[in-house]
């Protein structure tokens, strides 16, 4: 099993930075693609940001040169730097690990693991 949890969240004036942490815990040794979404009240969920096991990264239009992705592998971490935040930006912050793969019968592709969320407010 793997656990996601995530922290970091807070409220913060237009124009500040956050950083969010997801700690990867449980058995980590599958390739994966770890992912940011979001989600405001009233809203789909949004995909923000993801980073695999290469360190490929991708980022949603809104957010493209505002957040940067990075991880931590000795730690099982990925973070997520918000910079420039606007109130558009609220929402419940999500981490997912997707299992691309492995030698392991316990590393089952296609498989998604979520953390509970952390909330970013972001006021005017």
């Known amino acids: 099993q793997v656990q996601l949890v995530e922290s970091g969240g807070g409220s913060v004036e237009a124009g500040g930075s956050l950083r969010l942490s997801c700690v990867v815990s449980g058995y980590t040794a599958c390739s994966y693609d770890m992912s940011w979404y979001r989600q405001a009240p009233g809203n789909d969920r949004e995909f923000v940001s993801d980073?695999?096991?290469?360190?490929?990264?991708t980022y949603g239009d809104s957010v493209k040169g505002r957040f940067t992705i990075s991880q931590d592998n000795a730690k099982d971490t990925v973070y997520l730097q918000m910079n420039s935040l606007k109130p558009e930006d609220t929402a419940v912050y999500y981490c997912?690990?997707?299992?691309?793969?492995?030698?392991?019968?316990?590393?089952?592709?296609?498989?998604?693991?979520w953390g509970q969320g952390t909330q970013v407010t972001v006021s005017s």
């Open positions: 997912k690990r997707y299992i691309m793969g492995g030698l392991s019968s316990r590393c089952v592709p296609g498989k998604s693991y």
């Open positions: 980073i695999d096991s290469e360190g490929r990264t």
